[in-house]
């Protein structure tokens, strides 16, 4: 007998957050079917969390990467 949907969600919402983001990534990505574009993105994405969490790469505040992009523009 499948577990009911409350009692799952009440589950879920004890889990920590780091693992409720990876649960509802997860879900969402249920709902779209995924294109080869879409799987690259992905890759490059968490190759790029890897880098920042390893240390190969430092992490940059986003007002600070915004300014830089822009006045590469200018």
């Known amino acids: 007998m499948p577990t009911p949907v409350h009692d799952l969600e009440?589950?879920?919402l004890s889990l920590?957050?780091?693992d409720r983001a990876r649960l509802l990534e997860r879900?969402?990505?249920s709902f779209e079917p995924q294109s080869?574009?879409?799987r690259a993105w992905l890759e490059?994405?968490?190759s790029r969390q890897a880098e920042?969490?390893?240390g190969k790469v430092a992490m940059v505040p986003g007002d600070e990467?915004?300014?830089r992009a822009r006045n590469r523009l200018a």
């Open 10 to 12: 009440a589950e879920v």
């Open 16 to 18: 920590p957050p780091e």
């Open 27 to 29: 879900l969402i990505a």
């Open 36 to 38: 080869p574009a879409q």
């Open 44 to 46: 490059l994405a968490l």
């Open 52 to 54: 920042a969490k390893s």
């Open 65 to 67: 990467a915004l300014s």
